[in-house]
């Protein structure tokens, strides 16, 4: 397995960045990876559906001058473990990612967590509020969002699985295609995107892991829903790019209505990578969320 660190992220205002790995408590004892860097009080990434910490690599030099960071690859994706039968519930990844925290000595933190990952961080906040000191969530995966709740549908469909399965590993323009159409602008991709994205993908178990995950995605979003209540005190910060065609921007504002401390951070013109398309303003929205007392 090549795990060695992107190295956009070791060439970033040369921050030392750590890779490392945890035991989670399962069977087959599988392995988590993470990278961690900086210092202050600590700070979880949570990448999307597909990513993995690379995704941070423009956020993470940024955010280590201001906290201890650790960028997760959850089980399942990434350079992790993908251990057979995982369930990839909503719920079961927040479980895993409080299992990390454990593991890690991290007793509370903020967490971040974008798309599929920002699920996840509700969920696992709404499973210990206590352990989470403010929610930072980027376009993330909703109930109100309707884009998802469709395509989970079709790949979830008995004749459609095994041929995304199969062909799609090997079919880079459907690849780069879908890749493109998370940014606002195309031309704002960043060059070692795409195959730095391929890299962990190769690893076998990597599409099946995805389509695990849309298996129960509606019932998730309805299991959500419910636990929301749980963090309505949280201090959340939203933030979203207007041109999102993966979650829909329009359920910022249901999904803001159901907290009482809740900041919407909008980027106009930008998708569904905002660390990515524009990492300089959204380290800068970011910084200042986390320098103020909003918590």
């Known amino acids: 397995m090549n795990s060695a660190l992107p190295a956009a992220i070791n060439s970033q205002h040369e921050v030392p960045i750590a890779e490392q790995?945890?035991?989670?408590?399962?069977?087959?004892?599988?392995?988590?990876?993470?990278?961690?860097?900086?210092?202050?009080?600590?700070?979880?990434?949570v990448h999307g559906l597909l990513g993995y910490s690379f995704s941070w690599r423009f956020t993470i030099p940024a955010l280590a001058q201001h906290a201890t960071v650790y960028a997760i690859d959850l089980l399942g994706t990434g350079f992790s473990d993908r251990p057979p039968g995982l369930d990839c519930s909503f719920k079961a990844s927040a479980q895993r990612l409080l299992q990390f925290m454990d593991k890690a000595g991290v007793e509370s933190c903020?967490?971040?967590g974008t798309s599929h990952g920002g699920a996840v961080s509700m969920m696992a906040a709404a499973l210990a509020p206590e352990r989470i000191r403010r929610l930072i969530l980027v376009d993330p995966v909703?109930?109100?969002?309707?884009?998802?709740?469709?395509?989970?549908?079709?790949?979830?469909?008995?004749?459609?699985?095994?041929?995304?399965?199969?062909?799609?590993p090997h079919v880079r323009s459907l690849q780069a295609?879908?890749?493109?159409?998370?940014?606002?602008?195309?031309?704002?991709i960043p060059p070692d995107s795409i195959e730095g994205y391929r890299k962990p993908m190769r690893i076998p178990g990597s599409y099946?892991?995805?389509?695990?995950?849309?298996?129960?995605?509606?019932?998730?979003?309805?299991?959500?829903?419910?636990?929301?209540?749980?963090?309505?005190?949280?201090?959340?910060?939203?933030?979203?790019?207007?041109?999102?065609?993966?979650?829909?921007?329009?359920?910022?504002?249901?999904l803001q209505q159901r907290f009482k401390n809740c900041r919407?951070?909008?980027?106009?013109?930008?998708?569904?990578?905002?660390?990515?398309e524009i990492p300089q303003e959204f380290n800068r929205a970011l910084i200042e969320y986390l320098s103020s007392n909003s918590h």
């Open 21 to 45: 790995w945890i035991t989670l408590d399962a069977p087959d004892s599988p392995r988590m990876r993470y990278l961690s860097a900086g210092s202050g009080p600590p700070l979880l990434l």
């Open 110 to 112: 903020d967490l971040l």
């Open 142 to 168: 909703n109930p109100w969002s309707a884009h998802g709740k469709r395509l989970t549908v079709f790949l979830s469909n008995p004749l459609i699985a095994p041929l995304f399965v199969h062909f799609t």
């Open 177 to 188: 295609y879908y890749y493109r159409r998370m940014f606002g602008d195309p031309r704002r």
């Open 208 to 254: 099946q892991y995805a389509l695990a995950v849309t298996r129960t995605w509606n019932r998730d979003l309805g299991e959500l829903e419910s636990m929301l209540p749980r963090i309505a005190d949280l201090p959340i910060l939203l933030m979203w790019g207007s041109l999102d065609t993966a979650v829909d921007p329009a359920s910022a504002a249901p």
């Open 264 to 276: 919407l951070v909008m980027f106009e013109g930008v998708g569904h990578l905002p660390y990515e």
